[in-house]
Structure formats: C-alpha cells, structure tokens
T-cell receptor, first 116, second 111 residues
Framework: DTGVSQDPRHKITKRGQNVTFRCDPI?????LYWYRQTLGQGPEFLTYFQNEAQLEKSRLLSDRFSAERPKGSFSTLEIQRTEQGDSAMYLC??????????????FGSGTRLTVV | QQPVQSPQAVILREGEDAVINCSSSKALYSVHWYRQKHGEAPVFLMILLKGGEQKGHEKISASFNEKKQQSSLYLTASQLSYSGTYFCGTEGKTSYDKVIFGPGTSLSVIP
C-alpha cells in the first residue's frame, strides 16, 4: 500500500491554457474523489467515481472541468481554458465502500495549481 | 450544504482539553473527522455512523448525535502534535454519498 499518489505536485500555467492532473488511488479502494482547497478553507467537493462510473459532479463545477477514471484505476482531472480563479490545491482521495458501509478517505498530497 | 464548525480557532497550552463542534442542517448518515497540518494533506481521524456512537483514538474521541445532526470532537491532555486544522465532514442520505467538509477549526497547542 503506497498511499494515494498525485502528479504533478505543482503546476504553473498561463491563463487560457489547459492542464491535466493525475491521481493513482490505493488499489483496493473502489471510490475516488476530487476536491479543491483554497487557503483557509475546507476541501470543496468536485466529483467522485465508484470504480469507473462517475457518480456525481458538483453543480458549482463549470463545463471547463472534466474528470475520467478509465478502467476504474487511475483518474485524471482536466481544466480547460484556465482562469486565475482556478488557482488552488487539487486534492484526490480514495476510500472503500464495502457492504454499504463507508470508510475514511485517504488523501494524496495534492497538486498545487497557479494560474498566472 | 456545508456543515458549520465552532470555534473557528482555539489556542491551548499543553495538557489542556478542547472540544470542536460540527453541526448540519440536513439529516446525516455519518460524520468524518480529519486533521490537516500546514502544507500537508488532510489525515483521517475517525468516522461515526448514525446510531449515536462515540469513538476514541488515543486521547482524541468523538460523539455523534444524529437527532440533533451534531458531532463533537474531544481532545484531552493536548500535545504539541495536535496542532493543525480540524475538519468535520458529513455524509447525507446513504452511504453512497460524498463527504462535504466544514470550514475547519484551527487548533494551536503551545508549550
């Protein structure tokens, strides 16, 4: 168990460019979540998957954001036409839901995005 | 809907106790508690399922009152390592929901 891995750790991009982040969850976990966190705030929900199915996407999320989890393994989060307001820490987490019982989330170290 | 946490911040001396509260306006299935140190990812502390149970983790324990839709985190005999921001997270409806996190409570333990 190597934990949740996120890549890259830091990303600086110019406004208007597209960026893609990757998350590798704990292999035994069937749930994968994406959150966004800005300074002094709690993690804000973006979207989540159970295996390869995307179960929910936040209504606050614009169409510029898209996430995939092909084959139920790693996940990617893409932001198109980045804006300065997209600057934040993007956190990925994974968990296990077993027989209807939830377990705690394991978070990755995050990808810090800076849009200049 | 985001849960409410109180207090926003607290400063303790080593050995003192603290209580952090979390409340929601909607029916809850579970409450999670996490601690995040500066520059690090949130770390899971415990989860409480509806049923009013109380759980413990060393000198950190929590309770969940599902009727009042409230949870409290209790830190006893605080240590310097307890410093960080504590987030509660709530799950509504069923277990097939996602966690919505509160704004956090900053805890500083000083010698």
């Amino acid at each position: 168990d190597t934990g949740v891995s996120q890549d890259p750790r830091h990303k600086i991009t110019k406004r208007g460019q597209n960026v893609t982040f990757r998350c590798d969850p704990i292999s035994e976990h069937n749930r994968l979540y994406w959150y966004r966190q800005t300074l002094g705030q709690g993690p804000e929900f973006l979207t989540y998957f159970q295996n390869e199915a995307q179960l929910e996407k936040s209504r606050l999320l614009s169409d510029r954001f898209s996430a995939e989890r092909p084959k139920g393994s790693f996940s990617t989060l893409e932001i198109q036409r980045t804006e300065q307001g997209d600057s934040a820490m993007y956190l990925c987490a994974s968990s296990l839901v077993n027989q209807g019982l939830p377990y705690g989330y394991t978070f990755g170290s995050g990808t810090r995005l800076t849009v200049v | 809907q985001q849960p409410v946490q109180s207090p926003q911040a607290v400063i303790l001396r080593e050995g003192e106790d603290a209580v952090i509260n979390c409340s929601s306006s909607k029916a809850l299935y579970s409450v999670h508690w996490y601690r995040q140190k500066h520059g690090e990812a949130p770390v899971f502390l415990m989860i409480l399922l509806k049923g009013g149970e109380q759980k413990g983790h060393e000198k950190i324990s929590a309770s969940f009152n599902e009727k009042k839709q409230q949870s409290s985190l209790y830190l006893t005999a605080s240590q310097l390592s307890y410093s960080g921001t504590y987030f509660c997270g709530t799950e509504g409806k069923t277990s097939y929901d996602k966690v919505i996190f509160g704004p956090g409570t900053s805890l500083s333990v000083i010698p």
